[in-house]
Every structure is written in structure tokens, then in C-alpha cells.
């Protein structure tokens, strides 16, 4: 809890600059949500990016995409004070992925850690902000293909890993002793590990979108109710029974709470 409040502590003054009086509280959700990811992405990617001269050339370009989509989405709510609209996400998403499937190309080819789950974070953030299930979709979809893209080349080799930034030969001689680098897999063993990946992406989707719109559902729930009770006491400060009453039924409230 100390370590939450002292990231909400540092990051105050991008939220005092990008909410505005007349922001709905689903607008002043969504843009603390999106200047935390940004924050968080572009100081995470400042350490890569700052070794450049370990870095191949898709590393680079990764962080000079990252880099470049967070600041402009901070730019753009603490500076300009614009709204992340539904068209507004849907480009940062898209550029987003790309950072994402250029740094995971990258990471496969040297057979080093792989950046694809951070398309997690990306569903994540649009189910939490309640955009529309079209755009988060099309990010799952997105996600589906690259790494069914990657399975293939796995399987079939047909030249995605193959290009001028493969490592040296004295790296390919450190990971594996095979003519075509990365070792090529066998069907069965990168058919199972496509399909264990898709798993644990498909059941986080599940489990969001229904926590999300869970807590949505409740929180409609709680405003329907004080409306509810500010409509009743308006009644009775009139003395108005039976409207009051009516309400009472009408009113879509607990029954503990009628």
C-alpha cells in the first residue's frame, strides 16, 4: 500500500494537469489509466533504450517506438488536454503493437525472453477503461495472428528469422549447435506451445472482461440507488407518499434496500 501511494504521490502532477472539472468520471478513469501505463512504459523502456550499443537494430526501433507513442499520449492529455478518445486509443494500441510484435521478433530470434504478453497489459487497460469490445478484440485477434505467425515460422522456416540482424555465428554456437538458427521445431512440440499461450491469453480475457464488468454492473447499481434515495426524499420532504412508493418498485435497488 506505501509503495501504491507513493507511485500515485509521483504521479499527481500528471493528473492535476490532465483532469479537467468538467471530466466525467469515467473520462478521469481512463486518463489515469493511460498516463500511468505511459509513465511506467516509457521509464521501463529509457533503460534498453539507453543501452544502444547493445542493442540490435529492432531493439532500437522498439524503444524508439515506445518511447515516442507513451510521450505523445501524455503530451496529449497533460498538455493539450484531449480526451483518449475511442480513435485516439485505437492509434496508440496500433502503434503499441508494433513496439510489441517488432521487440518479440527480436526476443525469438535470439531466443531470449519474449515480449508478447504485453498484449495482456494492452486488453487489460481497454477492458479496465471500458472502451468498446470491438477495439479490445481486435488487439486479442492481433495478438492470435502474430503468434500463430511465429508458430509457423517455426515450423516451416520460411525466411521471417532469417534476416541481416540474426546474431553471429559465436552467439548461435553459445544457444544451439544447428545449421539454421534458431533450431527449427517440431510440429507437434510448437503446435503445444502455440496453443498453451493462446490459453493463458484467452482466460485472462475472460477473466477481466467479466471482473470489469462486474465492477461496472455494481457501480451502476450504486448510482441507480442514490438517485433512487435523492428522488424518494424529495417525495416525502413533500409529503408524497405514493409517489414515493412508486418509486420504491420501480427502482432497479437491492430488495434488502426497498
Not at 540490435?56 to 478518445?85: G, Y
Not at 487497460?125 to 477495439?135: D, E, S
Not at 546474431?167 to 502455440?194: E, G, K, L, W, Y
Request: proline fraction near 3%; hydrophobic fraction near 50%.
Amino acid at each position: 500500500m506505501a509503495a501504491l501511494a507513493l507511485i500515485h504521490k509521483g504521479l499527481s502532477p500528471f493528473f492535476n494537469r490532465a483532469i479537467l472539472d468538467s471530466d466525467t468520471p469515467l473520462q478521469v478513469k481512463r486518463k489515469k489509466l493511460l498516463i500511468s501505463v505511459g509513465v511506467v512504459v516509457f521509464c521501463s523502456t529509457l533503460f534498453p533504450a539507453a543501452r544502444s550499443h547493445e542493442n540490435t537494430r529492432l531493439v532500437a526501433l522498439s524503444c524508439f517506438i515506445t518511447l515516442a507513442n507513451s510521450a505523445f499520449a501524455i503530451v496529449w492529455m497533460c498538455l493539450f488536454k484531449q480526451q483518449p478518445t475511442e480513435g485516439f486509443m485505437a492509434t496508440l494500441m496500433g502503434v503499441y503493437s508494433i513496439s510489441i510484435i517488432v521487440a518479440d521478433l527480436d526476443s525469438r530470434v535470439l531466443l531470449s525472453s519474449r515480449y508478447w504478453p504485453f498484449f495482456v497489459v494492452l486488453v487489460d487497460m481497454l477492458l479496465v477503461g471500458q472502451y468498446r469490445l470491438r477495439l479490445t478484440y481486435s488487439v486479442v485477434m492481433l495478438c492470435i495472428m502474430w503468434l500463430l505467425i511465429v508458430t509457423l515460422e517455426e515450423i516451416f522456416r520460411f525466411g521471417m528469422f532469417d534476416m541481416e540482424y540474426t546474431p553471429s555465428q559465436s552467439f548461435r554456437n553459445m544457444i544451439c549447435d544447428c545449421d539454421n538458427f534458431p533450431c527449427q521445431r517440431s510440429t507437434d512440440n510448437a503446435i503445444s506451445v502455440f496453443l498453451m499461450q493462446i490459453l493463458v491469453f484467452i482466460v485472462d480475457f475472460i477473466c477481466t472482461r467479466g471482473f470489469a464488468a462486474a465492477v461496472l454492473a455494481e457501480k451502476n447499481r450504486i448510482l441507480a440507488s442514490i438517485e433512487t434515495a435523492n428522488r424518494i426524499a424529495v417525495s416525502l420532504s413533500r409529503f408524497d407518499l405514493e409517489s414515493s412508493a412508486e418509486m420504491l418498485k420501480e427502482a432497479e435497488i437491492p430488495d434488502d434496500l426497498r
